[in-house]
């Protein structure tokens, strides 16, 4: 049975860090590229960032672009989220994905096991 566990969320203001990591088990974590989504108050869930089965290519939502960085480490089974310089709008759910394959996809369609999330939340 996959699970994912994502820890790390919390309470912090703006222009602070926090970093995500998100614990998997059940499945070989290497074949897999993965994901985070985020999904905010009467928001619908948007992708986030990707990265695909080596950690070798990455994608991101422009607006977390040069804040964000997605990273994996395949001996720990653990996918990580640096968030830097985080922004009031950037307040949400955060939830990590395995994805089908092992290349990047940004539609959540495409992914096919998700954790329980974690809060952030940013204050001004």
């Known amino acids: 049975q996959v699970q994912l566990v994502e820890s790390g969320g919390g309470l912090v203001q703006a222009g602070g860090s926090l970093r995500l990591s998100c614990a998997a088990s059940?499945?070989?974590?290497?074949?897999?590229?993965m994901g985070w989504f985020r999904q905010a108050p009467g928001k619908e869930r948007e992708f986030v960032a990707a990265?695909?089965?080596?950690?070798?290519?990455?994608y991101y939502l422009d607006s977390v672009q040069g804040r964000f960085t997605i990273s994996r480490d395949n001996a720990k089974n653990t996918l990580y989220l640096q968030m830097n310089s985080l922004k009031p709008e950037d307040t949400a759910v955060y939830y990590c994905?395995?994805?089908?394959?092992?290349?990047?996809?940004?539609?959540?369609?495409?992914?096919?096991?998700w954790g329980q999330g974690t809060q952030v939340t940013v204050s001004s």
């Open positions: 994905a395995t994805a089908q394959g092992t290349t990047i996809v940004v539609h959540s369609t495409l992914y096919d096991y």
């Open positions: 059940g499945r070989t974590f290497s074949n897999y590229a």
């Open positions: 990265i695909n089965w080596s950690g070798g290519s990455t």
